[in-house]
Structures are given as C-alpha cells and as structure tokens.
Nanobody
Framework: QVQLVESGGGLVQAGTSLRLSCAASGRTSSTYTMAWFRQAPGKEREFVAAIRSGDDFTGYADSVKGRFTISRDNAKNTMYLQMNNLKPEDTAVYYC?????????????????WGQGTQVTVSS
C-alpha cells in the first residue's frame, strides 16, 4: 500500500514557474513507476509526465515537453514536477500516481495509487 500527498499548487501568472511535490509513504516508492496527471474542469484526466522504476527514465506529454521536468528523490520518497513557462491552459488539478510496474503508462488505468490532487491556476 502506498499513500500519496501532493503539494505546491497555487495561483500564478503566465510565464512563471511552480514546483509540485508528491510525498509517498508506505512501501518504498523507488520500486514504483510514478506519474503526474492533470484534470481541467469538464475534461478527462490526462497524462502529464512519468518516471520509470529502476532507471528513472522519463516520458512527457507533447503539451508539456520542454517546459516541465519530472524527477524524484528516493531518499525522501518524494517525486517532483518542475513546471516552467506556465500557460493558462496548464490550469488544472494535478494528481500524482504510482504503480508497481516497470514501464511508463500514459493512461489512468495503468496506475493503482492516487493522491488527492493539488490545484494549479495560471492567469493570463
């Protein structure tokens, strides 16, 4: 069992940066592939980025590639999402997710554990 808690969301202006954190407790997160998803009002939850178990290989949605960076600190059992050059279309609730898998999944069904989400609002 893994518990995930996100933090770091907020209201920011377009062009600025935020760093989200996802603190994991329970079984060690280093053996889990972890990911960030987001959900805007009236839209489905969508994949943002993931970091693979074992070698920390990363993958990103095209919409955030070059602007967002996913990373993790296994000693702290924490995953991060550094978001730069934020745009109004990045406004959403951001969720972290984890699964005991060896490959990156880009759909919600690929993940077992979910946090409660943190709101990110980007004003123009």
């Amino acid at each position: 069992q893994v518990q995930l808690v996100e933090s770091g969301g907020g209201l920011v202006q377009a062009g600025t940066s935020l760093r989200l954190s996802c603190a994991a407790s329970g079984r060690t997160s280093s053996t889990y592939t972890m990911a960030w998803f987001r959900q805007a009002p009236g839209k489905e939850r969508e994949f943002v980025a993931a970091i693979r178990s074992g070698d920390d290989f990363t993958g990103y949605a095209d919409s955030v590639k070059g602007r967002f960076t996913i990373s993790r600190d296994n000693a702290k059992n924490t995953m991060y999402l550094q978001m730069n050059n934020l745009k109004p279309e990045d406004t959403a609730v951001y969720y972290c997710a984890a699964a005991p898998r060896l490959t990156i999944a880009t759909t919600t069904v690929g993940y077992v554990y979910w946090g409660q989400g943190t709101q990110v609002t980007v004003s123009s």
